[in-house]
């Protein structure tokens, strides 16, 4: 019995001095492993074993979880990472329909939350929910600017649209609606289809009936191989313009000749080796590939991409967190926020990265190229 007492006074006095100790950097990881969104988030899965293992001196640990591409299931997965584990920082989800409930407890745990999705509506417009939330892929609103501007100089007046409907395909359709009449660009069509359709063949010819010169997609991995195919077996001879979404050899390999000829504007990843060794974006390209291959011993994507770029601001403002608090506290986890605001001329495989108080992506037209399908490959644009 005394040594029963011992033992748990022992414990008491471990418990009591624990909160001084070193504690661990808890990282919660929330991807679409499964469902739907399954091309983003295996790769982003994959990409883990990749990530540093310190930061500042202290240990890293990370805590991923499958959201099944379902909005429920992230955010259950969201609450048990901040609640249960404690993590420090949230990293997801790869779908903006995820993402978007995800900011309701991260907000509410004053946790920084990154995301992984694409919609601009993650960050903007810039509100007291929003303060806790940043993005690494790029704002839709920059990539349609940059597209469209090409589409309205290579003379093209009439354009359909067809994109996924959820909360990435209309936020496109909102840009590029918003965009085009003042380019002279008349948008002739309005179709929408799920992730999870097996077919757009209704849209497709929806599209073809209004005659237009041109069609845009919005649509993200290989479901967006869908409309164009579609588009293609119809006899629509037209150009086909896609998002930064595509970006992946799934989307060549599945859609073969059908997308040859498709063009997007995307991030420096997708094009580096077409840039010069010395070029800033391609030696970030180049550091990512070099530990995700030495840690799966195969060849990442964009998407994989899109977790090392938000781990690489993440160590940018953990290291200078540590100067002022502890992890695993909510001093720590405010300073992270703060921190990820002051990020300055990042570059990463997705842009150059210059966040600030009322800017939470951080990137301008210097972060969208000109990318198109050819011979199978992706290439820039010159």
């Avoid at 990154?114 to 303060?131: C, G, K, Y």
């Avoid at 967006?224 to 992946?248: C, D, M, N, W």
């Amino acid at each position: 019995m005394k040594l029963a007492v011992a033992g748990l006074w022992v414990l008491a006095g471990a418990m009591l001095v624990a909160p001084d100790a070193r504690a661990d950097i808890k990282v919660g990881v929330v991807v679409s492993g499964s469902g739907p969104g399954s091309a983003l988030g295996q790769p982003q899965m994959r990409t883990i074993a990749a990530l540093p293992k310190e930061i500042g001196g202290e240990k890293v640990t990370y805590i991923a979880l499958d959201d099944e591409s379902d909005p429920t299931k992230g955010t259950q997965n969201a609450r048990r990472l901040v609640i249960q584990d404690g993590v420090d920082i949230l990293i997801g989800s790869s779908l903006t329909p995820v993402t978007m409930p995800m900011l309701d407890v991260a907000f509410e745990a004053k946790t920084p939350i990154i995301s992984l999705a694409a919609a601009t509506a993650i960050v903007q417009p810039m509100d007291e929910r929003r303060r806790w939330a940043f993005k690494v892929v790029p704002n839709d609103d920059l990539m349609a600017a940059a597209i469209l501007k090409y589409i309205a100089k290579s003379g093209i007046k009439t354009l359909g649209y067809i994109g996924v409907s959820d909360g990435y395909g209309e936020g496109y359709y909102k840009e590029v609606s918003r965009l085009a009449p003042p380019l002279g660009i008349t948008v002739t069509t309005h179709e929408v289809y799920a992730r999870s359709d097996t077919s757009a063949m209704g849209q497709a010819l929806k599209v073809i009936a209004t005659n237009p010169e041109a069609v845009f997609i919005a649509s993200a991995g290989t479901p967006a191989v869908l409309p164009q195919e579609a588009l293609r077996s119809r006899g629509y001879a037209g150009k086909i313009f896609q998002t930064h979404g595509v970006a992946s050899e799934e989307f060549i390999k599945l859609g073969g000749a059908n997308v040859e000829g498709a063009i997007f504007t995307g991030e420096a990843f997708t094009i580096a080796d077409d840039l010069p060794a010395s070029d800033p974006f391609r030696q970030a390209r180049d550091a990512f590939v070099s530990a995700y291959e030495k840690a799966n011993g195969s060849s990442p994507n964009i998407f994989g991409a899109h977790l090392w770029d938000a781990v690489t601001l993440f160590k940018r403002a953990a290291a200078n967190a540590l100067k002022t608090a502890k992890p695993g506290t909510a001093e720590f986890r405010a300073a992270l926020r703060d921190e990820l605001e002051r990020g300055k001329d990042v570059y990463l495989n997705n842009g150059l990265s210059t966040m600030s108080p009322t800017d939470h992506n951080g990137y301008d037209e210097r972060s969208a190229f000109l990318i198109k399908v050819e011979g199978g490959k992706f290439r820039l644009v010159k």
